[in-house]
């Protein structure tokens, strides 16, 4: 069964790049273009890892974290945090660590070598 991973970024080209990496290694990508988005389409498409955005305009990357780690249907999700803040795994005390965050811009191989620790090959 093919592995899903759910990217939730609202700069169109950086999300573009990770479904170009992730589709050319078997992954199957659900979008979002903003934390709202990315809340209801984990509940409802059930990823099996997801690429987390900290700024976005609505709904920060740390509250959606916060609210996924915390609801049924998601929390046993794992969270892999991209961004170019330099100190974003000190946003989430000890809940997340420094191998769970991307910095950008990032290497296609750093990030596949991410998901693969969480959930493994694409099938």
Excluded: C, W
């Excluded at 990315?38 to 916060?66: H, N, Q, Y």
């Amino acid at each position: 069964m093919t592995k899903r991973v759910l990217i939730v970024e609202d700069e169109e080209a950086v999300r573009e790049l990770e479904r170009f990496i992730l589709e050319a290694e078997g992954y199957e990508v659900v979008e979002a273009r903003d934390g709202l988005e990315g809340l209801t389409k984990a509940e409802f498409k059930r990823p099996d890892l997801i690429l987390l955005d900290l700024m976005m305009p609505d709904v920060s990357g740390g509250r959606m974290f916060d609210e996924m780690k915390q609801h049924p249907t998601t929390q046993g999700i794992p969270i892999v945090v991209v961004t170019g803040k330099p100190d974003a795994h000190e946003i989430f005390d000890d809940t997340i660590g420094r191998e769970n965050v991307i910095m950008k811009p990032f290497e296609a191989d750093g990030l596949l070598a991410v998901i693969r620790h969480h959930i493994g090959d694409s099938e």
